[in-house]
């Protein structure tokens, strides 16, 4: 099963546009204020980590992603990488893009804008679905699953304005 979420936000920078850029190339700055993310670790340009899902009866579970972090002469992005040997996991797609000279509404002056975009696209490999149990069980599932990723591109510019702004 495949249950997917995305968000398309802009957030107003503090500072100059190189301070911009050099936060959005960091993803443990950019990352840092998610509650729902753990276990970063960024290698090479391949980031790890955990997206975590509570599910009713079961507890919680953690979805790992692995992305690959690319720099592009505005911004960055994040670029899904499959992970094998999981019944459960999620592609985490990413992109941030600095804006520079945006006008301020009031008195002119320019400001730095970073426009981020995220898909989220979680892969879970559930029981074979017998009897009316299995079904149900199976909605519950994508239910609790949907209602994740929907929370978690909700909170995601709040989270994102709280890194930003700490700099």
Do not use: Y
């Not at 970063?40 to 953690?62: C, F, I, K, Q």
């Not at 804006?99 to 009031?106: C, S």
């Not at 699953?145 to 709280?162: C, F, S, W």
């Amino acid at each position: 099963m495949i249950i997917e979420a995305g968000r398309h936000f802009s957030l107003t920078a503090p500072g100059s546009a190189a301070h911009a850029l050099a936060f959005v190339r960091d993803p443990a700055r950019v990352l840092s204020r998610l509650h729902f993310l753990r276990g970063l670790t960024l290698v090479d340009n391949e980031l790890r980590g955990e997206l975590l899902v509570p599910l009713p009866v079961l507890g919680e579970a953690d979805l790992p992603f692995l992305c690959l972090l690319a720099q592009t002469p505005d911004g960055a992005t994040l670029t899904p990488q499959p992970i094998t040997g999981e019944r459960a996991w999620v592609e985490v797609t990413g992109q941030a893009q600095v804006m520079e000279g945006a006008q301020a509404e009031g008195d002119g002056e320019a400001v730095i804008e970073v426009n981020f975009d995220f898909l989220f696209r979680a892969h879970l490999a559930t029981p074979d679905a017998q009897g009316w149990g299995g079904a149900a069980f199976e909605k519950m599932i994508r239910a609790a699953a949907g209602r994740t990723l929907e929370r978690v591109t909700q909170e995601l510019p709040e989270g994102l304005r709280e890194a930003l702004e700490a700099g």
